[in-house]
């Protein structure tokens, strides 16, 4: 199986700095994507960043410029550097990877962590 846990949620004012982490775990050949997602009340799941096994990225365009996905491979880690937070962003955020756990797997199965909870006061 494939395990992963986040880290780094809480409450921080406006304007504030917090960064996520996220550790997968378990059977794991390789990853090819790793990201977060975020789902805030009343509303559906949104993508916030992804980044793929070259290094590129992508993100939601209401945090471009504030935030910053990162990973490191050899760890099987992702992180999310969340700067100048704004109460729009408060929502539980969720890490995904895709996981190919055996060298004969052509593509990864998504996996999903239990989520963090980020709330920016105003």
């Known amino acids: 199986q494939v395990q992963l846990v986040e880290s780094g949620g809480g409450l921080m004012q406006a304007g504030g700095s917090l960064r996520l982490s996220c550790a997968a775990s378990g059977s794991i050949f390789g990853i090819d994507a790793m990201g977060w997602y975020r789902r805030a009340p009343g509303q559906r799941r949104e993508l916030v960043a992804n980044?793929?096994?070259?290094?590129?990225?992508n993100y939601l365009d209401s945090v471009k410029g504030r935030f910053t996905i990162s990973r490191d491979n050899a760890k099987n880690m992702v992180y999310l550097q969340m700067n100048s937070l704004k109460p729009e962003d408060t929502a539980v955020y969720y890490c995904?990877?895709?996981?190919?756990?055996?060298?004969?797997?052509?593509?990864?199965?998504?996996?999903w962590g239990q989520g963090t909870q980020v709330t920016v006061s105003s």
């Open positions: 995904m990877a895709l996981v190919r756990r055996r060298i004969s797997d052509a593509y990864g199965d998504e996996y």
């Open positions: 980044i793929v096994s070259d290094g590129n990225t």
